[in-house]
């Protein structure tokens, strides 16, 4: 069955620090891998995605991520992280055309000022 | 342009008793996908539609749960007999075309059952 991990529930990092957010996949081919972004009251927000091609993956709001095969990740990174930058994280795995998003159970991020 | 909307934002409902929640894609959008959020959980697949036809319903949890998009737009989420199990915020998205397209988001509707 395709599923997503992440193994972190939660993360706290000071303003300023780098971070990375860590989702391993478990999918039959190369799945559709996308980072969603959730705020209180917010929908769901996307931050990027990757179908094919580059392996490093250029989003909104100065978030990157790199798909790597060998280890099944796709981790989401950003150099400098910004107090608006708290929100819950989600990896999502899509397949055969990426009809059914399967999401990751989420990482809470919280920015310590 | 507008964004996905969904109503009502909230419901609060009692055991047993019948409910509709109400999604408006993206203008244009011919997917349309809804989705169940648990508390502390990622959301969850329970349909899918291309054009007014459930293309994928693989998701849905037993026969209670039902939903429409007669005219290829709006969508109607329909949970009969409702029970305590079923409270969890409710996410539409909808995307230009099944496939790769990016799916949009609406903001869901927060089902309670007392």
């Known amino acids: 069955a395709q599923s997503v991990t992440q193994p972190d529930i939660h993360i706290t990092v000071s303003e300023g620090a780098s971070l990375e957010l860590r989702c391993n996949y478990s999918y039959g081919a190369t799945p559709y891998l996308f980072w969603y972004v959730q705020s209180p009251g917010q929908g769901l927000q996307l931050l990027l995605k990757y179908f094919s091609g580059d392996t490093l993956v250029q989003g909104i709001k100065g978030f990157e991520a790199e798909f790597k095969r060998s280890q099944s990740s796709f981790n989401l990174r950003k150099p400098s992280v910004h107090w608006s930058d708290a929100a819950e994280y989600f990896c999502?795995?899509?397949?055969?055309?990426?009809?059914?998003?399967?999401f990751g159970t989420g990482t809470q991020l919280k920015v310590e000022l | 342009g507008a964004g996905v909307s969904q109503t009502p934002s909230n419901k609060v409902t009692e055991k047993g008793k019948y409910v509709e929640l109400r999604c408006d894609p993206i203008s244009g959008h011919t997917a349309l996908y809804w989705y169940r959020q648990s508390l502390g959980q990622g959301p969850e697949f329970l349909i899918y539609f291309q054009g007014t036809g459930a293309a994928d319903d693989s998701g849905l949890p037993n026969d209670r749960f039902f939903a429409v998009r007669p005219e290829g737009s709006v969508s109607t989420l329909k949970i009969q007999r409702t029970e305590r199990g079923d409270s969890a915020v409710y996410l539409c998205?909808?995307?230009?075309?099944?496939?790769?397209?990016?799916?949009?988001f609406g903001p869901g509707t927060r089902l309670t059952v007392l």
């Open positions: 998205a909808s995307s230009p075309a099944a496939g790769t397209d990016t799916q949009y």
């Open positions: 999502v795995g899509g397949g055969g055309g990426g009809n059914k998003l399967t």
